[in-house]
C-alpha cells in the first residue's frame, strides 16, 4: 500500500514539476507597464528580528498603496541566500529584487547579463545616499544596486578588561596596538577573540593593514594588475605575523566560528577576550551570542584600525561595506520603485530606528539611536575613502584565495612572501 | 512487456533526469573553464584534472581520504564486530545496550556535528571538562591541524559503529546454532570457534559492510562541513569539501565539477572491483547469471 502511494505521489510530483515549468514559462513575459497587475519576488537575508518585522510592514504599506503590486517576501538566512541565489543565477532566472553586497559577486552577474542597470532609474533620487555606500554598487560608472546598510569594520573592546590591563588610551598606531596586547596578555586577560574556522574575520586584518601601508591606491591597483606580489603587500603580512607571533587569540582560535555558542562574538559578549576586529553588527552579535543575550553593554568601546609607521595610508580611510538589493533582469516595472520606496527617509529611520541597519540616506543618520551604531556612522561619516572588504570587492575566487592565504599565515603554515603569490596565481587566473 | 514499460517509466523518468543527467552534465563542464553562467564556452581539455591533481589541498583530500578508510578498516569494524559478538552473547539488558549502540546511527549528520562542537568546546565543552578531570587538555582537538582528522574519525566512528554492529549482529545470527555446537563438540575454544566457523560465515557482511565504510568515506562532507568547514587550514578537508569550496565559494564550476568527476569514477571504479573480485562468491547468482540460475 505505501509503495503504491509513494509511486503515486512520485507521479504527482512529476506531474506538478512539469505545472510548474509551463507557469514558470508563462511568467517569463515582462511586465513593462507599472500599472498592470504584478508580482515582485524579494529576497533578503534579515530573516530576524528586528528587521524581518520591519521589512514585511513596508511591503504591506507599498502594496495598500498600489493595489496591482504584490510582493511575495522569501527571508533567508545568509548561508542558505547564497547557495539559493546561486543555483537561481546559474539558471539564469535571478529573483526580482534580491540581496547584494556590490563588488565582485555583482561584477560577475552583470558580466552574465542578469541584473538590471539602475543608473538612470535612480538618478533623481541616488543623490541622497551617502557616496561611499554606493561605491560598490558602482561597475563601470553604471550603477546596479541601492544600499539600504553601510558600515565600517574596527576594533570593538572590552572597556574593563582594558582598564584592568592598564591599558588607558586606544592604541593609534600598530606599534601601540602590539604593546597593548603585550600588556593584556601579561594581566591573564586573552587580548583578541578571532573566528579562525570562519577565515573572513581574519582577512580584515591584512587587508586593514595593506590599506594603513600602501593606501586605498595600492588596493585598487592590485586588483587592476592582477598582482599583490609588492611590497607593500608582504610587509602587511609581516605586521600580521608581528601580532600572530604575540599569540594574542583565544584558546582552540582556529576551530571558532564566528556566532557559535564559544565563537568570536560569545567569547567577546562573556568578557572573554579584551578586543575584536569587526564590522558594524558586532554589538547585536555580541549580545544575541552571550550567555546574558545583553552583551557588554557601556563597557563596549570602539576605536579605528590604527596606523602603520611610515605608511602611505590615512587612519582616516575606512574598510568596510553594507547591504543593498539589486534588481533581477526579468524584474516586473514596479520593482525600481518599490526600492525607491523601501530607501524613503521614513522607511530608513524605521529600519535604522531597529539598532540592526545603519542607513545610507543622509537625512536618517539622525535615527540612530545606540551609541556605539552613532560612533561607527560618525567615523564613517567623516572618513576621506572607502573600501569595500576584499572578499566581497575582488571577483569570488581571488577573494576566497584572500581569506584562505591570510587564515594559512595566521596559522602559521605560510610566511608573508608565499601568501601574495598564492593570491597573485589566483588572480591571474581569473 | 508494455506493463513492465508502464510500471518503469516513472522511476526511470526519474533516475534519468537525477542520477544520469547530472553525471553527463558534470563530466560535460569538467572540460571547461566555467563560473556557471550562461554556458561554458571556454573549451580547456583535461586542464582541470592535471590542475586537481597537482593542488596540494586536492592531493591532500586523497592523502585524509586514504587515512580515514585505512582507520575505518583497522579500528572502527574491528570494534564494531567485537561489541557485535558481545551483544549476541546471553547478557541481562541486551536489548537495551543494542538500542543504545544503533541510537547515533539514527541521528542526522548535521545533528552529530553541532552536538560535538558542543562537546569539544575549547572553553566549556564536555570534553575539556573530562580531560581537565583527568589531567588532560583535548579541549581544541578540532582546532589543531595535527589532531583534527582523528577527532572527525572519532566522531564518524561515534556515528557509524552502530550500524555496522547491527549488521554484524544480524550476520551472526544468521549462523546455525548446529555449527558452533558441532566445532565446540569436536574441542574448538572460543578463539577457535569464532576464527575458524564465525568469522568466514560472516565473510559476506563484513564484505558489505566495508564496502559501504569505503563509498561513504569517499564522499564525506555534511559531517566535515558543520565540525570544521575543512580546516584549520584544509587539514580535515575531504574531496565533496574543496568540491564545494570551488563550486559554490569560488564560482568554478568547471574545476568542481572535475573534482566530482573524479570522485565519481574513485567510486565507480572501486566499487566494479570489489564487485567483480570480492564480493563474486557472495553475489553469484544474483547478478552474475542475471538471477535465472536452475
Known amino acids: 500500500?505505501?509503495?503504491?502511494?509513494?509511486?503515486?505521489?512520485?507521479?504527482?510530483?512529476?506531474?506538478?514539476?512539469?505545472?510548474?515549468?509551463?507557469?514558470?514559462?508563462?511568467?517569463?513575459?515582462?511586465?513593462?507597464?507599472?500599472?498592470?497587475?504584478?508580482?515582485?519576488?524579494?529576497?533578503?537575508?534579515?530573516?530576524?528580528?528586528?528587521?524581518?518585522?520591519?521589512?514585511?510592514?513596508?511591503?504591506?504599506?507599498?502594496?495598500?498603496?498600489?493595489?496591482?503590486?504584490?510582493?511575495?517576501?522569501?527571508?533567508?538566512?545568509?548561508?542558505?541566500?547564497?547557495?539559493?541565489?546561486?543555483?537561481?543565477?546559474?539558471?539564469?532566472?535571478?529573483?526580482?529584487?534580491f540581496q547584494s553586497w556590490g563588488g565582485g559577486v555583482l561584477k560577475q552577474q552583470v558580466d552574465a547579463g542578469l541584473v538590471k542597470d539602475l543608473t538612470d532609474d535612480v538618478k533623481p533620487w541616488i543623490g541622497n545616499l551617502l557616496p561611499a555606500s554606493v561605491q560598490p554598487f558602482t561597475i563601470d560608472g553604471k550603477i546596479y544596486g541601492v544600499p539600504f546598510d553601510i558600515g565600517m569594520v574596527g576594533f570593538w573592546y572590552n572597556k574593563d578588561l582594558f582598564a584592568k590591563a592598564g591599558v588607558t588610551a586606544a592604541p593609534k598606531t600598530w606599534?601601540?596596538?602590539l604593546a597593548a596586547v603585550g600588556r593584556i596578555k601579561a594581566a591573564g586577560v586573552?587580548?583578541?577573540?578571532?573566528?579562525?574556522?570562519?577565515?573572513?574575520?581574519?582577512?580584515?586584518?591584512?587587508?586593514?593593514?595593506?590599506?594603513?601601508?600602501?593606501?586605498?591606491?595600492?588596493?585598487?591597483?592590485?586588483?587592476?594588475?592582477?598582482?599583490?606580489?609588492?611590497?607593500?603587500?608582504?610587509?602587511a603580512g609581516q605586521r600580521l605575523k608581528e601580532l600572530v607571533d604575540l599569540k594574542p587569540f583565544q584558546k582552540g582560535f582556529l576551530g571558532a566560528g564566528y556566532g557559535t555558542p564559544d565563537g568570536q562574538a560569545a567569547t567577546m559578549g562573556n568578557g572573554g577576550a579584551a578586543m575584536e576586529l569587526m564590522g558594524q553588527w558586532a554589538p547585536s552579535v555580541q549580545a544575541s551570542s552571550s550567555t546574558s543575550k545583553k552583551g557588554l553593554g557601556d563597557?563596549?568601546?570602539?576605536?579605528?584600525?590604527?596606523?602603520?609607521?611610515?605608511?602611505?595610508?590615512?587612519?582616516?580611510?575606512?574598510?568596510?561595506?553594507?547591504?543593498?538589493?539589486?534588481?533581477?533582469?526579468?524584474?516586473?516595472?514596479?520593482?525600481?520603485?518599490?526600492?525607491?520606496?523601501?530607501?524613503?527617509?521614513?522607511?530608513?529611520?524605521?529600519?535604522?530606528?531597529?539598532?540592526?541597519v545603519l542607513p545610507t540616506v543622509k537625512e536618517a543618520v539622525d535615527a540612530i539611536k545606540d551609541p556605539n551604531n552613532k560612533t561607527v556612522a560618525e567615523t564613517l561619516a567623516s572618513a576621506t575613502g572607502f573600501q569595500l572588504y576584499l572578499d566581497q570587492a575582488y571577483p569570488p575566487a581571488v577573494g576566497q584565495q584572500v581569506n584562505d592565504s591570510v587564515a594559512e599565515l595566521i596559522a602559521g603554515s605560510k610566511t608573508p612572501e608565499q601568501i601574495v603569490k598564492d593570491i597573485t596565481t589566483v588572480a591571474k587566473s581569473q | 512487456m508494455s506493463t513492465i514499460a508502464v510500471f518503469l517509466a516513472p522511476a526511470l523518468v526519474l533516475f534519468l533526469l537525477l542520477v544520469v543527467a547530472p553525471i553527463l552534465v558534470a563530466s560535460y563542464a569538467s572540460v571547461f573553464k566555467w563560473n556557471g553562467f550562461g554556458l561554458p564556452e571556454n573549451n580547456v581539455g583535461l586542464e582541470n584534472f592535471t590542475r586537481a591533481f597537482g593542488d596540494p589541498t586536492f592531493r591532500g583530500d586523497l592523502w585524509r581520504a586514504f587515512l580515514l578508510i585505512a582507520l575505518s578498516l583497522v579500528i572502527q569494524l574491528p570494534v564494531s564486530l567485537g561489541l557485535a559478538m558481545l551483544l549476541n552473547q546471553k547478557l541481562s539488558g541486551r536489548r537495551a545496550y543494542r538500542l543504545l549502540f544503533f541510537a547515533p546511527y539514527v541521528l542526522s549528520e548535521v545533528t552529530t556535528g553541532v552536538l560535538f562542537t558542543l562537546v569539544f568546546s575549547p572553553s566549556r565543552g564536555l570534553g575539556e571538562g573530562l580531560a581537565r578531570w583527568l589531567g588532560a587538555d583535548a579541549g581544541a582537538i578540532f582546532a589543531d591541524p595535527d589532531t583534527v582528522?582523528?577527532?572527525?574519525?572519532?566522531?564518524?566512528?561515534?556515528?557509524?559503529?552502530?550500524?555496522?554492529?547491527?549488521?554484524?549482529?544480524?550476520?551472526?545470527?544468521?549462523?546455525?546454532?548446529?555449527?558452533?555446537?558441532a566445532a565446540a563438540t569436536d574441542g574448538a575454544g572460543t578463539w577457535q570457534v569464532f576464527r575458524h566457523v564465525t568469522l568466514p560465515l560472516l565473510g559476506p557482511t563484513i564484505r558489505i559492510s566495508i564496502f559501504l565504510s569505503v563509498i561513504g568515506t569517499i564522499q564525506l562532507f555534511d559531517m566535515v562541513w558543520v565540525l570544521t568547514g575543512g580546516g584549520p587550514i584544509h587539514s580535515s578537508e575531504t574531496m565533496a569539501v574543496t568540491m564545494y569550496q570551488y563550486g559554490f565559494r569560488r564560482f568554478e564550476v568547471g574545476y568542481a565539477s572535475?573534482?566530482?568527476?573524479?570522485?565519481?569514477?574513485?567510486?565507480?571504479?572501486?566499487?566494479?572491483?570489489?564487485?567483480?573480485y570480492v564480493l563474486r562468491r557472495d553475489t553469484e547468482g544474483a547478478i552474475t547469471t542475471r538471477g535465472v540460475q536452475g
Open chain 1, 175 to 177: 606599534t601601540e596596538l
Open chain 1, 190 to 235: 586573552v587580548p583578541i577573540a578571532l573566528a579562525g574556522k570562519e577565515k573572513w574575520p581574519g582577512h580584515y586584518y591584512w587587508a586593514y593593514l595593506a590599506m594603513r601601508i600602501g593606501g586605498l591606491g595600492a588596493l585598487q591597483q592590485a586588483a587592476k594588475d592582477h598582482n599583490f606580489d609588492t611590497p607593500d603587500f608582504v610587509a
Open chain 1, 1 to 97: 500500500m505505501t509503495a503504491h502511494l509513494s509511486r503515486r505521489s512520485l507521479l504527482g510530483l512529476a506531474g506538478a514539476g512539469a505545472g510548474a515549468l509551463l507557469l514558470g514559462a508563462c511568467g517569463d513575459d515582462k511586465a513593462d507597464d507599472p500599472n498592470a497587475p504584478q508580482t515582485i519576488n524579494w529576497w533578503h537575508i534579515q530573516n530576524t528580528e528586528p528587521m524581518l518585522p520591519v521589512w514585511a510592514a513596508m511591503a504591506k504599506e507599498y502594496e495598500a498603496a498600489h493595489s496591482n503590486v504584490k510582493v511575495t517576501i522569501q527571508p533567508l538566512e545568509n548561508e542558505a541566500f547564497k547557495a539559493k541565489l546561486t543555483t537561481a543565477t546559474q539558471a539564469g532566472s535571478p529573483p526580482d529584487l
Open chain 1, 299 to 356: 563597557k563596549l568601546g570602539f576605536f579605528p584600525f590604527p596606523a602603520v609607521d611610515g605608511g602611505k595610508g590615512s587612519v582616516a580611510e575606512a574598510f568596510g561595506g553594507g547591504n543593498g538589493f539589486t534588481v533581477g533582469k526579468n524584474a516586473p516595472a514596479a520593482t525600481v520603485d518599490f526600492l525607491k520606496a523601501l530607501l524613503e527617509v521614513g522607511n530608513q529611520r524605521k529600519a535604522a530606528a531597529t539598532g540592526a
Open chain 2, 149 to 181: 582528522l582523528f577527532a572527525l574519525f572519532l566522531v564518524i566512528s561515534w556515528k557509524y559503529f552502530g550500524f555496522h554492529m547491527v549488521l554484524y549482529l544480524a550476520g551472526r545470527q544468521g549462523i546455525p546454532r548446529e555449527l558452533t555446537e
Open chain 2, 258 to 276: 572535475a573534482i566530482s568527476m573524479v570522485m565519481f569514477i574513485l567510486s565507480l571504479v572501486f566499487a566494479l572491483f570489489y564487485q567483480r
